[in-house]
């Protein structure tokens, strides 16, 4: 079955830097790749998302890559915010259906 | 909207009471999904329904039973439950099911203690 590997667990940056979180998957079939944000208290919101017949994609301050031959995707937020801070989770679905999670990573903006 | 409405939002209970949760999604979304999150871990898949009917069945232990009544709701019956079954548990929707693979919305989870 899948396996999503997530790194780092923790991330401390600076208000203003750059962060970027990695993931890599293990099923080739694969093909859906959204990436998870989930303050304190709260359920998963969706922020990004990528699919497999794309490399790129950008939000605003977000942008996820995706390398297929390699099996790894990225998270990037730049001019990171103090409200940025939260778990990160990014995902992979196959098509059972079934979002398979990273372990998260819990990033931390500090003013 | 892509909102996902859960409650109760917090829940105490004993290991011999019988306790429902509920999850409502007016989004028109034909998939919905309930998971299981322990503290400093990630979602794991309980269950899923499509079209109202069961889809996917996590080898969930019998204790948790899943009902969807209509396209807009869902419940998860609780009963007999054990203290490790303590956690935030997570409904979610999406459009469908299919090689698409749709985007799945959360909803706030219901914090359930197991006492």
């Known amino acids: 079955g899948e396996n999503v590997e997530q790194h780092p667990s923790t991330l401390s940056v600076q208000e203003g830097d750059s962060a970027v979180i990695k993931c890599t998957y293990s099923?080739?079939?694969?093909?859906?790749f959204p990436w998870y944000k989930q303050e304190l208290g709260k359920g998963p919101q969706l922020i990004i998302d990528i699919r497999s017949n794309v490399g790129e994609k950008k939000d605003q301050r977000i942008a996820v890559t995706l390398n297929k031959t390699a099996k790894h995707f990225s998270l990037h937020i730049t001019e990171t915010q103090p409200e940025d801070s939260a778990v990160y989770f990014c995902a992979a679905s196959n098509p059972d259906d079934k979002l398979i999670f990273g372990t998260g990573t819990r990033l931390q903006v500090f003013p | 909207d892509t909102e996902v409405t859960q409650t109760p939002k917090h829940l105490v209970m004993g290991m011999t009471n019988k306790k429902s949760l509920k999850c409502e999604q007016h989004?028109?979304?034909?998939?919905m999904y309930w998971y299981k999150q322990k503290a400093k871990k990630p979602p794991e898949l309980m269950f899923v329904y499509s079209y109202e009917k069961l889809s996917i069945n996590e080898s969930v232990p019998s204790r948790f039973s899943p009902e969807c009544p209509n396209s807009s709701l869902l419940n998860l019956h609780l009963h007999a439950l054990q203290p490790e079954d303590s956690a935030l548990y997570l409904c979610?929707?999406?459009?469908?099911?299919?090689?698409?693979?749709?985007?799945?919305?959360f909803g706030p989870g219901t914090r359930l203690t197991v006492t």
């Open positions: 099923d080739s079939a694969s093909n859906y």
């Open positions: 989004m028109g979304h034909r998939a």
């Open positions: 979610a929707s999406s459009q469908d099911l299919g090689d698409h693979s749709y985007e799945q919305y």
